[in-house]
């Protein structure tokens, strides 16, 4: 049973207080007693027979009878009018299609349906005659003169009655008013309907075929009353109302037929869409041809009749196909909706048929449209809910998509940060040309990896508004040089000619976003190399003052690649995206770059241009407004291009051998290479495993900057660092967030929390620089050569290792054996992923005496977990040494046991206790595997 809510019980009262003013409106007008005079008999009966004349032959008829005519000649009807007080009266007489001339005495009172006032054609109409009558008619003669139509052979008499207008409105209203009432308000319901759809449908951005048979029904309550005897009482001309309801009828299928369309899907689009041409000729043509008179209406209305009846036939065929396919379930509100309405037009023309007169009530029609309407309601509510419904879905899909965005940065980048700084030692301290060019070639294969990930990072930013401009004072031939540098080896591996048209008289310095800036140019520069094959890269830039303080640089980059179909150029800038496959299936990327660029130039205020001819090539170019901060000229920069096509050379920019830093990671690599990084430095780094190492280090010890890890065991960085406010220590030390966590949000998550900085792992060597110089006291920083500067290799023996509180484990020494990877077999263990992470083969011997000796203990833990798994504490601590087994297990190379352990982190993470009691005896039996692996080898 639902629990009634405070919003759900005035639902129901507001529902029940409804019900009771419909009750008491009904008792007031048909239950209570009689307070209205008007009601008392304010009109008669005509009681007298009718003498009907045809031809020779004069017949006495009752008030009411039907006549089959012998010819077409016009038929007189006449009676004595009753010895009644006559003054302010009028004769109600109906006329059934035909013309009528009404005399009293000698006197023509009335002209029924006369030609000059029909619109078009000579249609007869039916409607009731009003005949006014004058003090004096008392007993005179009343002649009705009877002009038949041709193909008329019936006439039908109905009754008549004597009284005042008002009296005789009142009897028509009663007769009629249930029918029209309920049309007219059918009719402003579907148009209400209709407009709430339209702002529906602009606010979702989808269309919505249920409005289709809403304007079916609004035809169709057009139809009703455009043949209702009520509409002489609203309308001026009843012939014009009366071929407006052939009209609304032929147009009437129209809708129809566009709705069976949608709701089927379009899988049968071309019948469908045939037969809409046919009714829209057919409409137009009858709209032609009546009002030029080249054909009568009535002739009209059986071809609209027929080709509405095909129309009608093929809806139901074409549903019923799609029920007997099980279809039935896509679409039951609409197709009973459907069945009802053809239903409703059936049985009214049935009943038009069978008893002659009840066409003009539409009462069958009206409550048909009227549960029609109630089921497109509904349908339209449920549609309109579950789109909100697929809203907030889609809201928390995308919530979730961006923390897996947010863990998938953390674990790519953290061995990406190992792979590079390692690298970058190589790259410094290798002389040996091979190695210096196979360093050189991961350095290039790991940036590109690098920018695939920052590319979807910063799509899901960008998706959400979140990406930000950061504008900085920037040298501009320094962005041209890492632009040449990224570009040149690509180019050169193809066999291209890169060329830098740079204006030398440009300025120099700039005040923008000169990241963003030089990430469109080097997708841009990139692109023109992937699709180039053979010729050449051209990129050019120039610059002019637009006043004093800015100027507008243009830039360009035209390649001779496979160019860019005319059609496709619109599809360029779509994401995921990838033109002219045939021709590109090779080219490896994501399809976001493009679409980054756009929006990243839009967010800068440009617009990227494109003229390409297809075969010979491509044009990139836009132009951007930036301020300028020092007008002095860029000078010639092929002489730079030169400087930098000079051999890998590493020179520290300064050293501080005074400063002392702290740096707080899990993970052992990535303090190596932050130390690697540093270590020319002459700085003092201390390192600590975890938050509470670096509780009980700050407590003792004061430190200059410190770098702190965020996805951490037991404590992470957020939790470390509330800590450290909450005890004030170190309350004037920088802390800067290092983390390999760069999606979304990040960064305005950990300014939030009060950090000084953010830094993003991988390091890169000039972030690392430039953040120590920013936030160290200026009298400890030395810009000097670091070649001869105290930053020597005696510092490095020097940085110490802290761990848990006064423990202290100097490095390696110099010199030390060291075996080769290949002397090392240990089986389910990978060895060269243990050596691409860890780099040392001492550290590689270490780490893994180190994770043997864990393996026991860890085992047991897991084994005790699984006596009280389904305690909420127990599965954290459990998913805590899972994730540290996986880490663990991936830096020796026992791929199989880190995979198994991120499983059981993930289902422990989703609270899924039956998948870890399922899985944690297979992890069990993994480790026991690995540990009788190690101990065979003879390496432990």
């Not at 249930?178 to 339209?198: D, E, K, P, R």
């Not at 007997?324 to 909706?337: C, N, Q, S, T, V």
């Not at 893994?848 to 977990?865: A, R, V």
């Amino acid at each position: 049973m639902k629990r009634i809510t405070k919003e759900r019980a005035i639902r129901i009262i507001f529902g029940c207080l409804m019900g009771i003013i419909a009750i008491y409106t009904l008792c007031a007008m048909y239950v209570f007693p009689n307070e209205n005079d008007f009601k008392a008999a304010h009109y008669q009966k005509v009681e007298k027979g009718w003498v009907l004349t045809d031809g020779d032959e004069s017949i006495n008829m009752d008030p009411t009878f039907s006549y089959e005519m012998k010819s077409c000649n016009n038929i007189s009807l006449s009676m004595d009018l009753p010895q009644m007080q006559l003054a302010g009266m009028n004769l109600m007489f109906w006329v059934r299609g035909y013309r009528a001339d009404f005399y009293v005495g000698d006197e023509l009172r009335c002209r029924f349906g006369e030609q000059e006032k029909m619109v078009f054609g000579d249609t007869p109409t039916y409607g009731y005659a009003y005949v006014e009558l004058r003090q004096g008619d008392e007993g005179k003669q009343l002649h009705i003169v009877i002009i038949p139509c041709e193909g008329q052979d019936e006439l039908k008499v109905d009754e008549s009655y004597i009284g005042d207008k008002y009296s005789l409105f009142s009897l028509t209203l009663s007769r009629h008013i249930l029918s029209v009432g309920i049309s007219f308000y059918i009719m402003m319901l579907g148009i209400i309907i209709l407009l709430i759809t339209a702002i529906v449908e602009k606010k979702i951005g989808e269309r919505m075929y249920y409005k289709y048979l809403v304007w079916a029904t609004v035809l169709l309550t057009l139809w009703c009353n455009s043949n209702d005897m009520m509409r002489q009482l609203y309308s001026n001309n009843m012939s014009a109302m009366r071929d407006l309801s052939s009209f609304t009828w032929a147009l009437l299928p129209l809708p129809l037929l566009m709705y069976s369309d949608r709701i089927q899907e379009q899988r049968r689009h071309k019948v469908h869409l045939a037969l809409e041409y046919v009714i829209a000729s057919g409409f137009v043509f009858t709209l032609v041809t009546y009002m030029t008179g080249l054909l009568k209406l009535q002739t009209l209305e059986y071809l609209n009749y027929l080709t509405g009846s095909i129309s009608v036939v093929c809806i139901i065929i074409t549903m019923s196909i799609d029920v007997i396919k099980g279809k039935f379930k896509e679409y039951l509100i609409a197709g009973i909706a459907l069945f009802i309405f053809i239903i409703g037009c059936f049985i009214q023309v049935i009943m038009y048929v069978v008893e002659d007169g009840v066409w003009y009530s539409s009462i069958y029609v009206d409550a048909e449209l009227l549960i029609i309407l109630l089921l497109v309601v509904a349908s339209m509510i449920r549609y309109v809910k579950k789109n909100l419904d697929d809203k907030v879905r889609a809201v928390s899909a995308n919530k979730a998509k961006t923390q897996f965005i947010a863990n998938m940065s953390h674990e790519i980048r953290t061995p990406i940060n190992a792979i590079l700084g390692m690298n970058e030692m190589i790259l410094r301290e290798s002389d040996d040309k091979n190695i210096k060019q196979y360093a050189t070639d991961v350095k290039r294969a790991a940036d590109s990896l690098l920018n695939i990930i920052n590319d979807l990072l910063d799509s899901s930013k960008i998706e959400v508004g979140k990406m930000e401009l950061i504008p900085v004072e920037y040298d501009i031939s320094s962005l041209f040089n890492d632009l040449w540098n990224m570009t040149y080896v690509r180019a050169s591996d193809k066999d291209l000619k890169l060329i830098f048209n740079i204006d030398s008289d440009m300025p120099r310095m700039y005040f923008g976003d000169d990241v963003r800036i030089r990430q469109v140019l080097l997708n841009i520069l990139s692109n023109a190399v992937k699709y180039t094959n053979v010729g050449s890269i051209t990129f050019t830039v120039s610059a002019s003052m637009v006043d004093d303080e800015n100027a507008e640089i243009n830039f360009s980059v035209k390649d001779t690649g496979i160019g860019i179909k005319e059609p496709d150029i619109d599809k360029l800038f779509g994401r995921y995206e990838r033109l002219d496959k045939q021709h590109t299936r090779g080219i490896e990327g994501t399809g976001l770059g493009m679409s980054i660029c756009v929006s990243f130039l839009k967010m800068m205020g440009s617009e990227l241009k494109v003229k390409s001819e297809y075969g010979k090539g491509s044009d990139f170019y836009f132009t951007l407004r930036q301020k300028v901060v020092d007008k002095q000229s860029l000078g010639d920069f092929k002489k730079r291009i030169e400087e930098s096509s000079k051999e890998y050379k590493f020179a520290q920019s300064f050293t501080a051998p005074d400063a002392k830093i702290l740096v707080v990671d899990d993970n052992e690599s990535n303090r190596k290479v932050f130390m690697g990084l540093l270590k020319n430095s002459g700085i003092r780094v201390t390192e600590a495993s975890s938050g509470r190492s670096c509780l009980e280090l700050l407590k003792n010890n004061s430190y200059d900057i410190i770098f702190l890890d965020h996805m951490m065991p037991e404590m992470d960085g957020i939790e470390t660092y509330r800590i450290i406010k909450k005890l004030h220590i170190c309350d004037n030390t920088p802390i800067i967030m290092l983390t390999a966590n760069a999606s979304m949000g990040a960064r305005e998550e950990y300014m939030m929390e009060g950090f000084n900085d953010f830094l993003s792992k991988p390091i890169k060597p000039k972030d690392l620089d430039n953040m120590i110089i920013k936030y160290l006291p200026e009298y400890m920083v030395h810009f000097e050569n670091t070649n001869d500067s105290k930053g020597s290799d005696q510092d490095t023996d020097n940085i110490t290792v802290e761990d848990n509180v006064g423990e202290s484990i100097s490095n390696p020494q110099k010199g030390a054996e060291i075996k080769s990877i290949d002397d090392i077999k240990i089986e389910h263990f990978d060895m060269n992923t243990a050596y691409e992470y860890l780099g040392d083969m001492n550290l590689v011997l270490d780490i893994l005496k180190e994770f043997y000796g864990n393996l026991q203990p860890t085992l047991k833990k897991l084994l005790n977990y699984m006596k009280d798994i389904e305690d909420e504490e127990t599965l954290k601590l459990y998913q805590v040494d899972v994730h540290a087994l996986k880490s663990t297990s991936a830096t020796v190379g026992a791929n199989e046991l880190s995979e198994l352990a991120r499983t059981l982190e993930i289902a422990a993470k989703d609270n899924d206790v039956e998948k870890v009691k399922v899985l944690n005896p297979i992890l069990v039996r993994e480790i026991s595997k690995c540990k009788k692996a190690m101990e065979k080898s003879g390496v432990i």
